[in-house]
């Protein structure tokens, strides 16, 4: 017994040992579990601020889309009564700068973030005027054997990713300003001004040669209602916005190829009002017009209605021709993918003999069926069908005998109800999201001839802020060229030129400078009473349409340009 009490003795001391190893390492793996359950809770809890958060920011954020677009249409109405709106705007605000610098403090921030996500960070300009043949290469092009100029077939430099751009933090700031008053960083724009984008009317010219070639005249409103509806394709996917020209900004476009020559103006800057006149090398034609885009929020979308009368008139026949383009809305402006449609209709009057071709550019409609499509017809005075007119404007255009297309109509009706019942959707499932249309061709009816098919874009299109190949040049500048064209031509606009070289801090910084600059012209001018007067366009009625017009004074080509504005 006394053997076996003294071998308990010499053991315990190990054994009590060897529990108190185990009761640490039991209280390090209780603290360890406890640090762990404490930071699982923290982090949770970091989880369900964050989330709570989102979604503050988009109970925020729909609240705020709702007050901009109530506030908006209580602004139009208000204008259209006659009494004055909720507020009022200072004369020292323009269409296209901040009236606010809290907002431009946030915007510049949002700007600066930019830089972060290029490859190469873009030198800073030694000076703020410079040589635009200098630097990067303008793309002026060589001349050909014939004395046709060969022109550039891309940008100096591709176009910045907007993924990682956010138009909440643009609204945030701007909510109760009038919808022409927000400004969009530099990177949601493309590197064209707003009177480049008006020439892009000018692509297919050679369907207002091929008008004045025919003597019948329902042949020459057919060419003219496929220039009408070529005017408005190259808008197709472009979902950049271009720059809002300065007043007095000016542009030309002489196409020796494409037999045109054309001068536009910025004449009026509120409301923002661009005239152009472009005229036939052979004195086949003249093409002239004034745009007011008249903008409209919806929430989710922004709808721009294009103001303004467009004349044709063909020489040869003594014949004018006006219309209205189409109303072009963008969809998904907050969140999704961009996605354009054009839509209404579209009236093309002959003065000389009364035919009239009245299109129909369709909107999407619940199924997507109608994205693209224009239809309509041609008829004479007495309002008989001479002829029908259908295709998609991001495609192509067709003719066909009038009782044709009437019989294919009514079939293809019979055929939409069908699909209709079969599916039997409410017109609550519709959404904003971009509709996928039945086929991306368009059917062709038998007896139909083919008046206008768009041209393919070139393959670095999407690379290029979807450009085609007409609009690839307009911007391109060397020295002869830089040696002619006034000091207004929005060639040298060192913002568009900086962002077209892809150094977009530079763009910003200089837009931002020109706008500055500009609202310190107006405030001299209102002190001292003077009127800002146009010097290539003056405004009266439309010959044709009586209309309230800009037409051209004249002078331009003479090439002397003095006492002109200093506006960059």
Request: aromatic letters at 10%; hydrophobic letters at 35%; glycine letters at 4%.
């Amino acid at each position: 017994m006394i053997k076996e009490c003294d071998m308990a003795q010499e053991v315990l001391p190990s054994f009590l040992q060897k529990v108190e190893v185990v009761a640490e390492a039991s209280r390090e793996t209780c603290v360890a579990l406890s640090d762990c359950l404490h930071l699982f809770t923290k982090q949770e809890g970091v989880r369900n601020f964050k989330l709570e958060q989102e979604q503050e920011k988009n109970k925020i954020l729909s609240e705020a889309l709702a007050t901009l677009a109530t506030e908006h249409h209580e602004l139009e109405q208000s204008l259209v009564k006659g009494s004055p709106p909720l507020s009022i705007f200072s004369e020292d605000e323009f269409y296209d700068a901040l009236s606010d610098s809290e907002s431009e403090g946030s915007l510049s921030r949002l700007e600066a973030v930019t830089a972060h996500s290029f490859d190469e960070e873009a030198d800073p300009p030694s000076s703020r005027q410079h040589s635009m043949s200098e630097g990067k290469d303008c793309g002026g092009g060589d001349a050909l054997s014939n004395g046709i100029k060969k022109h550039r077939t891309s940008l100096p430099s591709p176009m910045f990713s907007r993924n990682d751009f956010s138009i909440w933090s643009i609204l945030r700031k701007c909510i109760g300003m009038e919808l022409s008053k927000i400004t969009m960083p530099v990177i949601f724009n493309e590197p064209l001004s707003f009177l480049q984008r008006l020439t892009e009317y000018m692509e297919h010219t050679y369907l207002i040669h091929k008008a004045s070639s025919f003597a019948d005249p329902v042949e020459r409103m057919q060419c003219v209602a496929a220039f009408a509806v070529s005017a408005v394709a190259s808008q197709w996917e472009r979902t950049g916005k271009p720059f809002n020209p300065l007043l007095g900004e000016t542009y030309e476009l002489v196409r020796d190829d494409l037999g045109f020559r054309l001068i536009s103006e910025q004449v009026s800057h509120h409301p923002p009002i661009s005239a152009f006149h472009a005229e036939g090398l052979n004195n086949d034609f003249i093409f002239h017009g004034s745009i007011y885009p008249k903008l409209k929020f919806w929430g989710k979308s922004v709808e721009a209605e294009p103001k303004g009368t467009i004349t044709l008139e063909l020489l040869e026949h003594n014949e004018a021709y006006t219309w209205t383009n189409p109303t072009c809305c963008v969809h998904n402006i907050i969140v999704g993918k961009l996605w354009i449609e054009q839509y209404g209709n579209v009236e093309i009057t002959n003065h000389k003999t009364g035919d009239k071709c009245v299109l129909n550019f369709k909107p999407c409609g619940l199924f997507g069926k109608e994205l693209h499509k224009v239809e309509g017809y041609i008829q004479d005075k007495s309002k008989k069908k001479l002829c029908a007119l259908y295709g998609k404007w991001t495609e192509c255009l067709y003719s066909v005998d009038p009782a044709t297309f009437d019989a294919y109509k009514k079939n293809d009706k019979k055929n939409t109800e069908e699909k209709k019942n079969s599916k039997q959707v409410s017109a609550s499932e519709e959404s904003d999201e971009m509709p996928m249309p039945d086929s991306e061709s368009v059917f062709v009816i038998p007896g139909s001839v083919l008046l206008w098919r768009i041209a393919p874009r070139p393959p670095n299109s999407a690379q290029m802020y979807n450009f085609t190949s007409f609009a690839m040049v307009l911007n391109e500048v060397d020295k002869e060229m830089e040696s002619v064209i006034p000091k207004t031509d929005c060639r040298l606009r060192p913002d568009i030129r900086a962002m077209e070289n892809g150094e977009i801090d530079q763009a910003s910084e200089e837009k931002k400078r020109l706008e500055e600059k500009q609202r310190a012209a107006r405030k001299n001018r209102s002190k001292s009473e003077e009127d800002w007067k146009t010097r290539w366009f003056h405004q009266g009625p439309n010959p044709y349409s009586g209309a309230q017009d800009w037409l051209y004074s004249g002078s331009y080509w003479d090439r002397n340009y003095f006492n002109l504005p200093d506006i960059y």
